[in-house]
């Protein structure tokens, strides 16, 4: 067994006001391997975009341990990238401007780093867009300038908060399936925050389902899909992807009946 790239144990976390305390995090553990996909669902306001900020570094947990190992089991901190519900370029700043963003702020604009940029670009048919604005580009192509600009800094673990929330359902499909092929061309760990079961069971190699807040581990279900074409959108059609979605469905669906009463 690979050491975890990334390990939770027993983390907690509350949002404290002068008159309340709310409660977002209690108890979470789990791990990622190395090159892994994993994707977590909850009910909204479950505290998902908490657990991503405490795994970023921008939120201290209260109690419990996050420990990232190198390969050969010792102890550090890895690059993180960090990609949101919108695509977030900048209208003034071209396509390939917009993609060397973080290199500049970072001052790592380097002619190996700059190279690795163009070459995205010319994987992933962006090439001949790079001197455009990105008003010019689809949804699907923004998100996938979005995704450059987050591998240019070369992380080891990708953060993707709903990425896809933002696009219409079509899109969304399409887009989904792209992003996760690059990303696992790419060979990243990757950590996906969805509210959507079919684009989880479709994308990862393991659903983690939380619970309602305060939110902890509900179950965590590896995905083992048999596909004829080695695709996303194929994967939908595989005979066990019923089998996953109703299992996983279920324990949501305990979560919401609770939370509203129904
Ligand atoms: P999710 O991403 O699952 O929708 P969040 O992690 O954003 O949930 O939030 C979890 C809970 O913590 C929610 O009830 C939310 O209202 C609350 N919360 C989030 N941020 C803050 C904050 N800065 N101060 C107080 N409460 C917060």
């Not at 209260?62 to 990609?83: A, C, R, V, W």
């Not at 190279?115 to 455009?132: C, E, S």
């Not at 899109?171 to 950590?191: E, H, W």
């Not at 995905?223 to 996303?232: A, F, G, K, R, W």
Request: hydrophobic share 40%; charged share 25%; glycine share 6%.
């Amino acid at each position: 067994m690979p050491e975890a790239l990334l390990q939770l144990k027993n983390i907690c976390y509350s949002y404290h006001s002068l008159s309340v305390e709310t409660p977002a995090l209690c108890n979470v553990s789990f791990h990622i391997n190395p090159g892994e996909f994993v994707a977590i669902v909850g009910p909204s306001g479950c505290g998902k975009s908490t657990l991503l900020s405490i795994i970023a570094g921008l939120l201290e947990p209260e109690e419990g341990t996050i420990q990232f190992h190198n390969p050969d089991g010792s102890l550090h901190y890895p690059k993180i990238g960090y990609m949101l519900q919108r695509d977030h370029l900048f209208e003034w700043r071209t396509v390939y401007q917009n993609a060397v963003l973080g290199l500049e702020i970072g001052k790592k604009m380097t002619k190996e780093n700059t190279d690795r940029v163009l070459q995205l670009m010319k994987d992933y048919d962006l090439y001949k867009f790079k001197d455009k604005k990105p008003s010019e580009l689809s949804g699907g192509m923004k998100q996938r300038a979005a995704l450059i600009r987050t591998l240019a800094l070369n992380p080891q673990l990708l953060l993707l908060d709903e990425p896809f929330s933002a696009l219409d359902y079509q899109t969304r499909l399409m887009v989904s399936a792209d992003i996760c092929q690059i990303i696992r061309k790419s060979g990243k760990t990757a950590l996906l925050i969805t509210h959507d079961l079919s684009e989880a069971v479709s994308l990862a190699d393991r659903v983690i389902i939380l619970s309602r807040r305060p939110a902890t581990v509900k179950i965590e279900v590896p995905i083992h899909l048999t596909l004829t074409e080695d695709s996303p959108l194929a994967s939908r059609n595989a005979p066990e992807f019923q089998y996953y979605f109703n299992l996983l469905w279920e324990a949501l669906s305990d979560e919401k009946n609770e939370t509203t009463g129904r």
